[in-house]
């Protein structure tokens, strides 16, 4: 067998070396060229290590194993592998049988220009966007400790209400003015809040969470039950499950995914069915 390992921002290859125990195994550092370079893929690293390696991981399409050994392990988590001992126990059982590999939708971001982007967990635009990019400017370690929490009241502070035109493919379209807009192919983001908590990976379908105009105090108080999956219960929180959706602002907004930047409104957001293999516990 032959395996690629990818080491995101802060990983050591010692921490490679438990993986490394099978004689039979031969390793390569970075992406394959061709898919017939590896039978497998390892990324050691957290959501922005993956989503950044997704296009080609699409074109490779080589069983993925997630390490979770970043700031934020959100799709580890969906995939309940919530430690790097779950996933070298996955390992080992797929170096034994390979018989603990599946396939998981991703979601798909489309801006105006009809450029793609790839995404694992979850996007959003509005206050998400705010949060994200003050928590990608701490430092890692920061980040690793609740940076998107710590990162919610400096956002907060100076942000407006946007209003957005929505266009759901099972329901009508509508103008209102959301404190954010989230559209989700895994249960969890920001460093496991449970903004989706019906969202499954392999359903066809984006669940999407919509927090109207709140006040500032009860966001606050409502950020706590997002952890949860407590907040659906809240008259100004609108859920549903779309196959695809398309957000349009005023002015151009700052969208991300998976906690990183992808491109400014308007977008089209859909789903690729079955496009990842993934290493499963």
């Known amino acids: 067998m032959r395996a690629a390992a990818i080491l995101g921002p802060g990983v050591s290859p010692r921490q490679l070396a438990p993986f490394q125990k099978n004689s039979g195994?031969?390793?390569?550092?970075?992406?394959?060229?061709?898919?017939?370079?590896?039978?497998?893929?390892?990324?050691?690293?957290?959501?922005?290590?993956?989503?950044?390696?997704?296009?080609r991981l699409m074109e490779l399409q080589l069983p993925v194993l997630i390490v979770p050994c970043g700031s934020g392990n959100d799709f580890a988590r969906a995939l309940n592998l919530r430690s790097v001992h779950d996933a070298h126990d996955a390992w080992e059982k797929f170096i034994q049988t390979q018989s603990n590999e599946k396939r998981i939708d991703l979601g798909v971001i489309?801006?105006?220009?009809?450029?793609?982007?790839?995404?694992?967990?979850?996007?959003?635009?509005?206050?998400d966007g705010e949060i994200a990019r003050r928590a990608n400017a701490l430092p890692r370690w920061l980040?690793?400790?609740g940076g998107y929490a710590l990162s919610l009241i400096p956002a907060l502070a100076n942000f407006s209400p946007i209003p957005m035109h929505i266009i759901s493919s099972n329901s009508p379209a509508s103008t209102r003015t959301v404190t954010?807009?989230?559209f989700a192919n895994a249960p969890y983001?920001?460093?496991?809040?449970?903004?989706?908590?019906?969202?499954?990976?392999?359903?066809g379908k984006l669940d999407l969470c919509i927090i109207g105009n709140l006040p500032k105090?009860?966001?606050?108080?409502l950020f706590p039950t997002i952890y949860f999956g407590r907040h659906l219960s809240i008259r100004e929180v609108e859920y549903s499950q779309t196959?695809?959706?398309?957000?349009?602002?005023?002015?151009?907004?700052?969208?991300?995914?998976?906690?990183?930047?992808?491109?400014?409104?308007?977008?089209?957001?859909?789903?690729?069915?079955?496009?990842?293999?993934?290493?499963?516990p």
């Open 25 to 55: 195994i031969s390793w390569h550092l970075g992406l394959p060229a061709t898919s017939s370079n590896a039978d497998a893929i390892l990324i050691f690293g957290g959501d922005g290590t993956i989503h950044r390696h997704l296009p």
């Open 110 to 127: 489309r801006n105006d220009k009809n450029i793609r982007h790839y995404f694992c967990c979850a996007g959003g635009v509005g206050l």
């Open 143 to 145: 980040r690793a400790y």
């Open 180 to 182: 954010v807009a989230v």
């Open 189 to 203: 983001y920001g460093g496991g809040m449970k903004i989706a908590p019906h969202a499954r990976l392999d359903d």
């Open 217 to 221: 105090l009860t966001l606050l108080s």
């Open 243 to 280: 196959p695809s959706i398309s957000l349009q602002t005023e002015i151009p907004y700052p969208v991300y995914a998976d906690g990183e930047y992808v491109c400014d409104t308007p977008i089209e957001v859909s789903v690729a069915p079955q496009a990842l293999p993934v290493i499963v």
